[in-house]
């Protein structure tokens, strides 16, 4: 029997992200406690830019962008917000930029762990994810429970499963 494998990647789905964001921006531009701030929500290629009056607004505003998300099935994991920055007018702005792929350290700390607990599988670092072979359907099973129970910083997604 050849040997089995899968890949362990972090992604999320953008269409599903941009909806979440188009969402939120028309529920922040229609409710009542929103009128006349200005308060904007900007979706960039790998961040999204959050503006309002107050820190309260701004609080605001990231709890109707999670609902969003989390209607889409979007994983929270993905949002890293960075600290609330003083911008124009005493209003304040807060970049959330969006986790993609596995980092080095963290690609590292995922084959560390499949090392130490299921030692009949190989795991290699490719790129931004993690190839893991074994000739046990169950070892790959035990590996992606795991991952799974491990509680990583970022949304895992196990793909590639042959």
Wanted: zero cysteines.
């Amino acid at each position: 029997m050849a040997d089995a494998s899968f890949d362990v990647v972090s992604e999320y789905d953008r269409q599903e992200l941009v909806n979440a964001v188009n969402q939120a921006q028309r529920e922040i531009g229609t409710r009542y406690d929103f009128k006349g701030t200005n308060s904007t929500l900007e979706l960039a290629e790998k961040e999204i830019t959050l503006e309002a009056d107050s820190d309260y607004k701004l609080g605001a505003m990231i709890d109707i962008l999670k609902s969003k998300m989390v209607k889409r099935q979007v994983d929270l994991k993905v949002l890293d917000a960075q600290k609330v920055e003083p911008a124009a007018k005493g209003r304040v702005r807060q970049k959330v930029e969006l986790r993609q792929g596995l980092s080095d350290e963290l690609a590292r700390d995922v084959v560390k762990r499949i090392k130490a607990d299921l030692p009949k599988l190989q795991s290699r670092i490719e790129g931004d994810k993690v190839r893991v072979t074994g000739k046990s359907r169950d070892d790959l099973q035990a590996a992606i429970k795991l991952l799974r129970d491990a509680n990583l910083p970022v949304p895992l997604q196990f793909t590639n499963y042959r």
